[in-house]
């Protein structure tokens, strides 16, 4: 029976080693995995402020080609309303000289 307690006390401090070995290992890998996330969350933070600031100067381009296109609107409006205005006076010399030609009869 002596034997088989030695036997039996071997395989009990052999597998409590295992036992502290893999115990060892899976806080080192737990370790490493936390720094993993935290370096993916610091990175998940960034990229949403990034993102923030991104759309940011998306809606600023947006609204600067908004005011562009308005002030290209502007210019175009500006140049049919003084080319109606030398048409109409146009019409207002014609009508004056028929005016005048009338009268001169």
């Given at each position: 029976?002596?034997?088989?307690?030695?036997?039996?006390?071997?395989?009990?401090?052999?597998?409590?080693?295992?036992?502290?070995l893999?115990?060892?290992?899976?806080a080192a890998?737990?370790?490493?995995?936390q720094?993993?996330?935290v370096?993916?969350?610091?990175?998940q933070?960034r990229?949403?402020?990034e993102?923030?600031?991104?759309?940011?100067?998306?809606?600023?381009?947006k609204m600067?080609?908004?005011?562009?296109?308005?002030?290209?609107?502007?210019?175009?409006?500006?140049?049919?309303?003084?080319?109606?205005?030398?048409?109409?006076d146009?019409?207002i010399?014609?009508l004056?000289?028929?005016?005048?030609?009338d009268?001169?009869?």
């Amino acid at each position: 029976m002596d034997a088989q307690l030695k036997s039996l006390l071997v395989r009990l401090e052999t597998r409590t080693r295992q036992l502290v070995l893999a115990y060892t290992q899976l806080a080192a890998d737990y370790d490493s995995l936390q720094h993993r996330l935290v370096a993916a969350e610091e990175e998940q933070m960034r990229l949403r402020e990034e993102n923030v600031r991104l759309q940011q100067m998306y809606d600023h381009l947006k609204m600067a080609k908004y005011i562009d296109l308005c002030d290209d609107d502007k210019r175009l409006n500006r140049q049919r309303i003084n080319k109606m205005v030398r048409e109409i006076d146009k019409c207002i010399a014609m009508l004056k000289s028929t005016a005048s030609d009338d009268n001169d009869e």
